[in-house]
């Protein structure tokens, strides 16, 4: 089945303390992206990677890091998380041929930051 | 003005009207649109993308592009209850920065 998983599902931790969200995808897709999604802001791109190694920073990419050293796996990471990182996170993968078209989403992440 | 703006609703449409979202965006240069549909509690799902300006339609789902206004709508024909959602507007920017902006979404509620 084709799909975009993301772990963990839920996390509540506290301000400082390193954390990784990981993302896989099986569909062999070039693109990738981390959303976060906040009431009355919707949902907003944090990093997006066109290929391996290639990584690129999207509209609220401060606090983040990502890495893409295989084509299925996109982590992100928190290295120091503050409370105004808690949110809902979403990881998405599609083809390079068309960028973004057939964008499938992962079914979240929900960070709480204490 | 924010790059992408769409109405937040809650949008109203009867079981079998016509529900019409609209979303404005202020790059020129962009160059793809998208719609998605959310349900709540669960992820986004692509419904449309369209490129070039005019319709294109997918069953009950019809995009509808002016670059020239810089305007992007999605009709849905035949409203059901289960199109009971919130629909999001993405848009990409021009080549060389593939960043995907969206809207903060539409809540259509169809009341049966």
């Known amino acids: 089945e084709a799909q975009v998983t993301q772990n963990p599902r839920y996390l509540i931790t506290v301000t400082g303390k390193k954390l990784t969200v990981t993302c896989s995808q099986n569909?062999?897709?070039?693109?990738m992206s981390w959303y976060r999604q906040d009431p009355g802001l919707g949902l907003r791109q944090i990093y997006y990677?066109?290929?391996?190694?290639?990584?690129d920073k999207g509209d609220v990419p401060e606090g983040y890091k990502v890495s893409r050293k295989e084509k299925r796996n996109f982590p992100l990471i928190l290295e120091s998380p503050s409370p105004n990182q808690t949110s809902l996170y979403f990881c998405?993968?599609?083809?390079?041929?068309?960028?973004?078209?057939?964008?499938?989403f992962g079914p979240g992440t929900r960070l709480t930051v204490l | 003005q924010k790059e992408v703006e769409q109405n937040s609703g809650p949008l109203s449409v009867p079981e079998g009207a016509i529900a019409s979202l609209n979303c404005t965006y202020s790059?020129?240069?962009?160059?793809?649109f998208f719609w998605y549909r959310q349900y709540s509690g669960k992820s986004p799902e692509l419904i449309m993308s369209?490129?070039?300006?005019g319709d294109k339609e997918d069953g009950r789902f019809t995009a509808q592009l002016n670059k020239a206004s810089q305007y992007v709508s999605l009709l849905i024909r035949d409203s059901q209850p289960s199109d009971s959602a919130t629909y999001l507007c993405?848009?990409?920017?021009?080549?060389?920065?593939?960043?995907?902006?969206f809207g903060t979404g539409t809540r259509l509620t169809i009341i049966p």
């Open positions: 998405a993968s599609s083809l390079r041929e068309v960028p973004y078209n057939e964008q499938f």
């Open positions: 569909m062999n897709h070039e693109y």
């Open positions: 990677s066109m290929n391996v190694e290639v990584t």
């Open positions: 790059d020129r240069g962009s160059q793809s």
């Open positions: 369209i490129y070039s300006n």
């Open positions: 993405a848009v990409l920017a021009r080549f060389g920065n593939e960043k995907l902006t």
